[in-house]
Structure formats: C-alpha cells, structure tokens
C-alpha cells in the first residue's frame, strides 16, 4: 500500500489519507485477523485508521448479485453516550461529513454513507450507557464493528458482538466477505480482561498491535518543526497547505507537563498501567514498602486459616492467617474472572487447599448476603460451601462463620485497624508478594471516584472494578479477625490481669 494512498473519492471531492506518519496504523489496516487490536497513547491516530479499516472492508466486499452494490453494515461502540456524540460521532462526521457523503439520521444514530464507488456504508452508532442501544446492539444482523476505547466496554460486550457481525450481508446474497471487529483504545490495565485476552489468552483470531510513546523518537502523528513551520506560514498565506496535517511537535511534551508519572505510563508512552481517577481507600494508612513483605509468607502449621468471600458474579477471596504474636498475614489471592461460586470452588479454592493447605484447619467467612437463596436454585453461598466440603465441616476440621456486617464503614475501619498497628516494631499486617491485584488495589486500583472536577469531592463508596472483589474479601477477612479479637478479650476469666504481648492486640 502506498505511503500516501488517496481513498476514496467523489467527482467533487478528493480525501487524502496518509499512513506515512502512522505506520502502526498502516499495519493494522491491513491485517486479516477477525479481531485487530491496536492500543496507543492520546491522539496517535487510532481512531481515524479504523474508520478508514472500515472502509478498506466495505470496498473489499462483493458485490450484491441483484444490482452490484457492495452493502456492508457496522456498529461502532462506546462506552457512554456523551463519549459517543463528543468523540466518536465527531470524528466520523470531521472526515465524512455528511453533506457530501451520505445521510446522518442524529434521532436514530445511523449514517448510511453512499459516496463511495458502488459502496453502501451504513454505520450504526451505540453507546452502552443506553438500555435501548444494548438491547437493539445484541440483536443486529452485521458485517462488523468497531469498539472505540475498548479498554472502557466489558469484554462480555465484546463476546456478544462477535456474535453479531458475519451476519450481513445474508448468504442469499452473497455473504459476508470479510467480517471484522476492530478495537482501538490506550493501554488497558494490567491484569483487566482486555491484558488478559491481548497478552495471556492470545487468541488465534486476534491480532494486537502496539504504537511507540508518544515521547520515543518513533511517536506517531507528529508533525517535524519544519513541516509545522510551513504549515503555519501556508495556512496564513491561503488558508490551507499541501503538508497532512498531525500532532503540533511539542504536543506530547506539554501534554506530559505537571502529570503524574502513571498519566504519563499510560495516555504517551502507551504503557499498560492504571491511572487512579480518586482517592484511593487506604492511602492514608498503606503503605506499600511498609505492608508487603520483602520474600514469601510462610503459614504457620496448625494455624487456623481465615478464607473470606466476596460472592456475587466475580468471586474472589483471600487465605489469611493471625500468627501467635498477632501478626496479620495475606498468604494468598484467588481471583476469578466472570465464573459462578461453585466453579470457583472447583477451579481455585479446592486445587489450593488439597496441595498445598490439606493439614490446615480453615474457616470460611464473608458477606453475610451470601445467605440469601439464588433465584435459581434456592441455594445459598454458604449452602454451597457446606455442601463441598461437607466432610471436613463434619469432623470440626473446617467451620463457617458469616461476617456480623458488610457495611462498608466498619469494613474498612476493621482494615485500618491493622494496618495502622505495629507489633514488636513492626507492621502488623503483611501481604505476601504473589498478591498481585490485593497489592494493586491497596495502592490505586481500589479506590473513591471523583465526582466534581473542581473540587476535591469524591463518590460516598469505593468505585467497582476488577480490584474491589478481592478488596472486598479481605475487608470481611479483616472484620472477622477484629471481631474474633473482641471476642476472645470477652471470654478471658476475670480475677486475673492479662498482659496484652504486643500491639496488634492478638
């Protein structure tokens, strides 16, 4: 393909787009997987190469045998519905405006396009924030889509829509020649289901494609000083100039100026990462050098384990362990992705305790709404653990015991209790380094939403992500352990002073 390709054209219209700025982008546009994927930093030209994919497709499907036009149909998807009109629409509308390509119906979010050769380009717009989108998205006949910041649509969207393009047009006439669903976004974070599928799974279908920082001598859509110095002269003489347009040189420097270094790692150097848009919940009281231990926590033997939940759709939990000198240890996370609790058991919980905590008394604890009966089945969280290790609960090896609460205030204050402590001089609480998301969402993952620019408000709840599962579950193991403790100083006998061996109070 040419380095300066013209594409697509009227008799009245010439629309040049160039790849020699974007060769990331070139690649991408012509690669034949059924799932392209390219992530990249802001304004690196992501979202133009893909509305020029589609067409590249549209002009490559065959003709409909009754009267030769190539119809091809695309839904083009983003997250909500005020990104979808400020960004998405508008930079479709920027390079083919309707005026001279087609038909925009703003009422219904359609643009039949048809100013292309022999082409029918109809587009449909969807945000996910719309009921009346997601119902009308999931049953749409296709030829392929488009999601647009892909990192912010659930990946279950994404499974549905695979579903949906190779759909149109109908075999009858022809079929689909070459279905595609293209992503484009800035870089994920680690260990989301969007890293996940890119970097783990790998699917054959997919095909991931990664452009420089926007700070790298390779940054693309960058204008040279000299092409931008003609630009500005050109554009003062006659309002125009024969030079593509791109990013200003200093674009990404000034954009860099005064951000955090994670804002920088992600939005232009295209780095996977997170980028904390709040408060995060403990950042008062964590500290990381201080709370994660330097080398691999040893459980002690014959110790009691405590294993809390976090139930519902994307169970998670953590075994915990309060050592004879009261320290608080997180041995270990399980966290699931998108499974039912029994298969959670059956995949994560039971592989663990059988090979490597068999001689371990254990007991399970957690959201007390773990009791409430499944509209399925009518059997509880707490049924289900019964039921899979009914053995063990038997004979006094295992025990279940629901957490007093989940409100949220005495959750996180039963975790605040811990790690504010110190016991013989050091932290009483401590995260063995193989929890990876628990140590993430302690640093940034878990945190309070803002939801005033202006000001330092933030949401009254910790911001649901893929970090506030295993969140979640060790606040219930935290509460657990708190109340045990309270209990136990209830149960001492009086008439005898008793000498508390350190401060974490175990």
């Not at 999931?138 to 579903?163: K, M, T, Y």
Request: charged share 25%.
């Amino acid at each position: 393909m040419a380095s300066n390709l013209l594409l697509g054209a009227t008799e009245d219209i010439q629309i040049n787009y160039s790849y020699d700025r974007v060769p990331t982008v070139r690649e991408f546009t012509l690669s034949s997987a059924r799932m392209p994927v390219i992530i990249g930093p802001f304004g690196s030209g992501k979202s133009s190469g893909a509305m020029w994919k589609i067409k590249k497709h549209a002009q490559e499907q065959w003709p409909n045998p009754k009267d030769g036009i190539r119809r091809t149909r695309w839904a083009i998807i983003r997250n909500t519905f005020r990104q979808l009109e400020d960004t998405t629409i508008r930079t479709v509308l920027e390079w083919w405006p309707p005026a001279i390509f087609g038909t925009f119906r703003s009422a219904t979010h359609q643009y039949i396009i048809n100013a292309f050769d022999e082409c029918e380009i109809e587009l449909l717009f969807r945000a996910l924030d719309r009921p009346d989108h997601i119902s009308n998205l999931l049953s749409l006949e296709l030829s392929g889509a488009w999601v647009n910041e892909a990192r912010e649509v659930p990946w279950a969207i994404i499974d549905a829509l695979d579903g949906r393009i190779d759909r149109f047009p109908a075999v009858k006439d022809g079929g689909c020649t070459k279905p595609v669903l293209m992503l484009d976004s800035n870089p994920p974070e680690e260990e989301s289901e969007m890293w996940k599928k890119c970097e783990e799974v790998k699917p054959a279908n997919l095909e991931l494609f990664k452009q420089p920082s926007g700070l790298s001598p390779k940054a693309e859509n960058i204008m040279t000083m000299a092409e931008w110095e003609q630009y500005k002269k050109d554009f003062a003489a006659f309002g125009k100039s024969s030079i593509t347009p791109g990013l200003k040189p200093d674009y990404y420097i000034n954009l860099a100026d005064g951000k955090q270094q994670d804002y920088i790692d992600v939005y232009i150097h295209a780095k996977y990462g997170f980028v904390k848009e709040g408060k995060a919940v403990y950042e008062n009281t964590w500290n990381d050098a201080l709370h994660m231990a330097k080398g691999r926590i040893q459980a002690i033997e014959g110790k009691e384990l405590t294993i809390p939940f976090d139930f519902g759709l994307t169970p998670a939990g953590a075994l915990m362990q309060v050592t004879p000198r009261g320290y608080v240890n997180i041995l270990k996370e399980l966290v699931s992705d998108g499974m039912g609790f029994e298969q959670f058991i059956a995949n994560m919980l039971k592989p663990v305790l059988a090979t490597e905590f068999s001689e371990w008394p254990v007991v399970f604890t957690g959201d007390p709404a773990g009791e409430q009966r499944s509209q399925n089945d009518e059997k509880t969280c707490y049924d289900i653990l019964r039921q899979e290790f009914k053995n063990q609960i038997s004979s006094g090896h295992y025990k279940i015991r629901t957490c007093p609460s989940n409100d949220l205030v005495p959750r996180i204050g039963s975790v605040e209790h811990f790690l504010s402590r110190l016991t013989d001089g050091r932290p009483t609480f401590q995260v063995d380094p193989s929890c990876k998301m628990i140590r993430k969402g302690f640093n940034k993952g878990y945190y309070y939403k803002r939801v005033k620019v202006s000001d330092e408000r933030y949401s009254d709840e910790p911001f649901k992500n893929i970090y506030s599962h295993i969140m979640n579950a060790v606040e219930y193991g935290c509460l657990y352990m708190k109340e045990g403790a309270k209990r136990a100083e209830r149960k001492r006998p009086p008439g005898r002073k008793y000498v508390v061996p350190s401060k974490g109070g175990y």
